[in-house]
Nanobody
Framework: QVQLVESGGGLVQAGGSLRLSCAAS????????MGWFRQAPGKEREFVAT????????YYADSVKGRFTISRDNAKNTVYLQMNSLKPEDTAVYYC???????????????????WGQGTQVTVSS
């Protein structure tokens, strides 16, 4: 069982930056692939980024590629999402997700993840 707690959301102007954190419980964090998803009002939850168990492999949605960076610190049981050059269309609740996997295959669908955090709101004003 893994419990995930996101933090770092907030209100920022367009062009600004935020760093989200997701702290995971448990002693086997390094066995999990981690992902970030987001959901805007009235829209489906969409993939943002994913990182493999060691941090050696990352994959991004086209909409955030070059602006967002996912990373992890297995010693701290934490995954991060650095978000730069934020746009109003990035406004959403951001969720951290985990699945026990050491595969290098990039999981991009919500159904592929077993554990979810409660979400953190990111609002980008124009």
């Amino acid at each position: 069982q893994v419990q995930l707690v996101e933090s770092g959301g907030g209100l920022v102007q367009a062009g600004g930056s935020l760093r989200l954190s997701c702290a995971a419980s448990g002693r086997t964090f390094s066995s999990y692939r981690m992902g970030w998803f987001r959901q805007a009002p009235g829209k489906e939850r969409e993939f943002v980024a994913t990182i493999n168990w060691s941090g050696s492999s990352t994959y991004y949605a086209d909409s955030v590629k070059g602006r967002f960076t996912i990373s992890r610190d297995n010693a701290k049981n934490t995954v991060y999402l650095q978000m730069n050059s934020l746009k109003p269309e990035d406004t959403a609740v951001y969720y951290c997700a985990a699945v026990r996997s050491t595969s290098t295959y990039a999981y991009t669908r919500p159904q592929q993840y077993d554990y979810w955090g409660q979400g953190t709101q990111v609002t980008v004003s124009s």
